[in-house]
Every structure is written in C-alpha cells, then in structure tokens.
T-cell receptor
Framework: AQSVSQHNHHVILSEAASLELGCNYS??????LFWYVQYPGQHLQLLLK??????LVKGIKGFEAEFIKSKFSFNLRKPSVQWSDTAEYFC??????????FGTGTKLQVIP | KAGVTQTPRYLIKTRGQQVTLSCSPI?????VSWYQQTPGQGLQFLFE???????NKGNFPGRFSGRQFSNSRSEMNVSTLELGDSALYLC???????????????FGPGTRLTVT
C-alpha cells in the first residue's frame, strides 16, 4: 500500500534560519508530488507541485522542493524563513493505483 | 474566480443522527474530493467524484457516502453519526483531467462537525 512519511511533526525555528522538511513515500510507480500549506485560520493551499521534468521545483513564497527518485523523497526547503511562514505543511504524493495520501503534517513555528 | 465553497461551516449533531454536507467546486472543475481532517489522523481521503461518478474511494465505512450533481456540486452524507466522526470535513476540487493535474486540488474552508 502507498504511504507517506513526514519525519518532523513540530519544528521551531528562528527567523532567517533555513528550513528543510522531510517527506518520504513508499510507492515506486509514477506519483505526482505536492506540498500544501495551511496557515492559521486559512484554507489548505497549494505550495508547489512536481509532475515530471526538472526535479527541483519552485513554489510560492520562496519555497522549493527536490524530488529524488532513488530515495523516494520530496523534501521541502526554504533558505530563510519568516514569521509569516508559521503554518502546517503537508506532503502529498498523489496518484499511483489511484491512491490519495496526505502526510500527517508538520507544524512549523517561526520565532521572530 | 470564486473558490471552493462549503456549507454549512459549522454543525453540531448528536450520536445516531445523519448529516449532509455540501460543496461547490471552482467553476470549470469537474472533480470533487472529500477529506476528513482530525488532529490525530491528519487528512484522510474519503472519496472522489468526477462527472457524477465515484472515481476513487478511501477506507471509510459505508456510513460515509457522497454524490455529485451534473453541475459538479457535491454532497457528502454521514449516517448514524458516532462521536469519532467529529472532524473538519474538507472538500477539494480539481479540473479532474488525466495525469498530475487530476490531483492539483483546491480546498474549501471545511465544515466543522461536532458530534455529541
């Protein structure tokens, strides 16, 4: 069965620190990779996506993610976080035998 | 374009009752998916509808059902409510086309269901 693992459940960083949130999935076939973000009191929104091509994808607000097929990973990165990045982040490898799986989420708290 | 809308936003029901939640997708989107979000389990997929047909289903009991209308609006029904059904129910719409874009979803604000 397809599964996804987000290793960090709660991350606390100071402003300007670099961020990397891990995401690993188990399915070896074709998947479409997404990161979604949920800011406090707001809807889930799409942060970035990977379908094919360049494995380094850029999203909104300076976020990027790298797809490493051999490691089944799609880690989210940002060189310098801001207080406004405080949110919950969800990795979602979607597809693959028509399964739809979201990670359990990582809560990021950025301290000013 | 208007976003995904869900009604009602909040609902309180008692055990044993049934409930119907509604979702209007973004104009032009033909796929609607439903998710249950709880603090302990995160987002769990319930089902996906495309062109009035259920295209995909998660691992939820038969008490959870849904349907989609010809205008792509969707409803979700939960019968015989249990305390554990208390959750935020999210609806997401997408173009529904083949490939990755099928899964590029746009979420509504959710319906907060409390079962007492």
């Amino acid at each position: 069965a397809q599964s996804v693992s987000q290793h960090n459940h709660h991350v606390i960083l100071s402003e300007a620190a670099s961020l990397e949130l891990g995401c690993n999935y188990s399915y070896g076939g074709t998947v479409n990779l997404f990161w979604y973000v949920q800011y406090p009191g707001q809807h889930l929104q799409l942060l970035l996506k990977y379908f094919s091509g360049d494995p380094l994808v850029k999203g909104i607000k300076g976020f990027e993610a790298e797809f490493i097929k051999s490691k089944f990973s799609f880690n989210l990165r940002k060189p310098s976080v801001q207080w406004s990045d405080t949110a919950e982040y969800f990795c979602a490898p979607l597809g693959g035998y028509q399964k739809v799986t979201f990670g359990t989420g990582t809560k990021l708290q950025v301290i000013p | 374009k208007a976003g995904v809308t869900q009604t009602p936003r909040y609902l309180i029901k008692t055990r044993g009752q049934q409930v119907t939640l509604s979702c209007s997708p973004i104009s032009g989107h033909r796929s609607v998916s439903w998710y249950q979000q709880t603090p302990g389990q995160g987002l769990q997929f319930l089902f996906e509808y495309f062109s009035e047909t259920q295209r995909n289903k998660g691992n939820f009991p038969g008490r959870f059902s849904g349907r989609q209308f010809s205008n792509s609006r969707s409803e979700m029904n939960v019968s015989t409510l249990e305390l554990g059904d208390s959750a935020l129910y999210l609806c997401a719409s997408s173009l529904g086309l083949a490939g990755g874009q099928r899964y590029e979803q746009y979420f509504g604000p959710g319906t907060r269901l409390t079962v007492t």
